[in-house]
């Protein structure tokens, strides 16, 4: 508040004509002062957010793989292998194919190999598949048939022994 009342002097001195308009230009130059911290808040939108999740709806089916360094909700059914950052297989929804993600939600139903840093099956989740994480989460209720594997590197498919094949 003391650095305020060192601005209202010179409201009192503008009972002068001419230090009303010296008062003016340097009211300006503190708004051009102001500009230059306008172009530092896009500084961190130059970090640029992360963008959506791509959402695919309920009455798409898709039939192929789907890769994407950022985030996938599915809705719908795919049939093909998908590679994203975040995975989430939405309730209702289906995925035929090997899933790799650093992080997996499954609410739906996933046929075939998961490979991610972090798994999690929800209660509503049926996985029918291998599941190779990092770290894993089981809720009551999903129901999981295949094998869980713990590496440090599950998303790393050169490492180690070769994985089987998925039951056909």
Same mark, same amino acid.
Request: aromatic share 2%; hydrophobic share 30%; no cysteine.
């Given at each position: 508040?003391?650095?305020? +009342?060192? $601005?209202t002097?010179?409201k009192s ?7 009303? $308009? ?5 009211t +300006? /130059? %503190? ?6 911290? %306008?172009p ?9 957010? *992360?963008?959506?999740?791509? $959402?695919?709806?309920?009455d798409? !089916?898709i +039939?192929?793989n ?6 996938i909700?599915?809705?719908g059914t ?10 989430t297989? #939405? &309730? #209702?929804s $289906?995925v035929k194919g ?5 992080d997996?939600?499954? !609410?739906?139903?996933?046929?075939g190999?998961v490979?991610g840093l972090?798994?999690?099956?929800t209660a509503s989740a049926?996985?029918? #598949? ?8 089981i &809720?009551s209720g999903?129901?999981?048939?295949g094998?869980?594997?713990?590496q440090?590197?599950p998303l790393?498919?050169s *490492? #180690?022994k /070769?994985l089987? *094949?998925?039951?056909e």
């Amino acid at each position: 508040m003391f650095s305020k +009342k060192p $601005t209202t002097p010179p409201k009192s001195s503008t009972s002068t004509s001419p230090s009303s $308009t010296a008062s003016s230009p340097s009211t +300006k /130059p %503190s708004m051009a002062a102001s500009t230059p911290s %306008s172009p530092t808040s896009p500084a961190p939108v130059a970090t640029k957010a *992360k963008p959506p999740a791509s $959402t695919l709806s309920t009455d798409l !089916h898709i +039939k192929g793989n789907l890769k994407t360094t950022g985030d996938i909700q599915i809705s719908g059914t795919v049939d093909g292998d998908i590679r994203a950052h975040l995975l989430t297989v #939405g &309730e #209702g929804s $289906t995925v035929k194919g090997e899933i790799v993600a650093d992080d997996v939600v499954v !609410h739906g139903r996933v046929v075939g190999r998961v490979r991610g840093l972090k798994v999690r099956l929800t209660a509503s989740a049926r996985v029918e #598949g291998d599941i190779i994480h990092k770290t894993i989460a089981i &809720e009551s209720g999903a129901h999981f048939e295949g094998s869980v594997t713990r590496q440090d590197d599950p998303l790393n498919t050169s *490492k #180690g022994k /070769p994985l089987p *094949k998925a039951a056909e």
